[in-house]
């Protein structure tokens, strides 16, 4: 099957600090990208969706300027976590999908921040 | 909106058995109806998917039941193991998958050796 995977898979960091968490689709070709959000023993909520090459789609409710995604190749795109804040602490998790024609999508491991 | 509701929230079920959890959606528009399954600190894993053209698909001991007139989908876990201790997430997409899904609240099912 596809692997998807995150890196880093825990992360710590100060309050006012970035972090980048990196998705990537390692035996397949993700012509779109999602990531989500998920808070202990919640649902997983979707942030945005990524296509290569262009500019990201967010949800309503979530910021651009602080969750900056990057969707420059057909196997990688990022999330960088701008000035990061308490209440950012989350579980985030990507998922890529591939070409036309499947519609699975798989998920990565995911990625915990904490932010202090 | 909650736009996929899923049932019950949490699950105990004795080795063996057969463990039962009910999604029901509201958009019509939505296609494609994935389980997920996802293990503490991990991502979801795809179990079995279904399209509405079908009533029932099996994979194993997994088996999805699709009522399209209803709007509701289920996953039965027959013999269900220990190793079967998990959070389910139902979900829902439009395009055939190729937009993003929308997740149900999950179900913690916990299987008693």
């Known amino acids: 099957g596809a692997v998807v995977s995150q890196h880093p898979s825990r992360v710590i960091c100060k309050s006012g600090t970035s972090v980048k968490i990196e998705c990537r689709s390692l035996?397949?070709?993700?012509?779109?990208m999602f990531w989500y959000r998920q808070f202990p023993k919640q649902s997983l909520m979707l942030m945005a969706t990524?296509?290569?090459?262009?500019?990201?789609?967010?949800e309503q409710g979530v910021e651009k300027d602080k969750f900056l995604i990057n969707h420059a190749s057909l196997t990688l795109s990022t999330l960088t976590v701008t000035s990061a804040h308490p209440e950012d602490s989350s579980f985030y998790i990507c998922s890529a999908r591939g070409l036309a024609g499947i519609d699975t999508q798989y998920f990565g491991p995911g990625t915990r921040l904490t932010v202090l | 909106q909650q736009q996929v509701k899923q049932s019950p929230q949490s699950l105990i079920v004795q080795k063996g058995g057969i463990s039962i959890i009910n999604c029901a959606y509201e958009n019509t528009a939505f296609d494609y109806f994935p389980w997920y399954q996802q293990f503490p600190g991990k991502g979801p894993a795809l179990l079995i998917a279904?399209?509405?053209?079908?009533s029932e698909k099996k994979e194993g001991r997994f088996t999805i039941s699709f009522n399209k007139s209803a709007k509701q989908f289920s996953l039965h876990i027959m013999d269900s193991q220990p190793g079967d201790s998990a959070t389910y997430f139902c979900?829902?997409?439009?395009?055939?998958?190729?937009?993003?899904?929308?997740f149900g609240s999950g179900t913690r099912l916990q299987v008693q050796p």
């Open positions: 035996d397949f070709q993700a012509t779109t």
């Open positions: 279904i399209r509405p053209d079908v």
């Open positions: 990524s296509n290569e090459g262009s500019k990201a789609t967010y």
């Open positions: 979900a829902a997409s439009r395009a055939a998958g190729r937009r993003a899904l929308t």
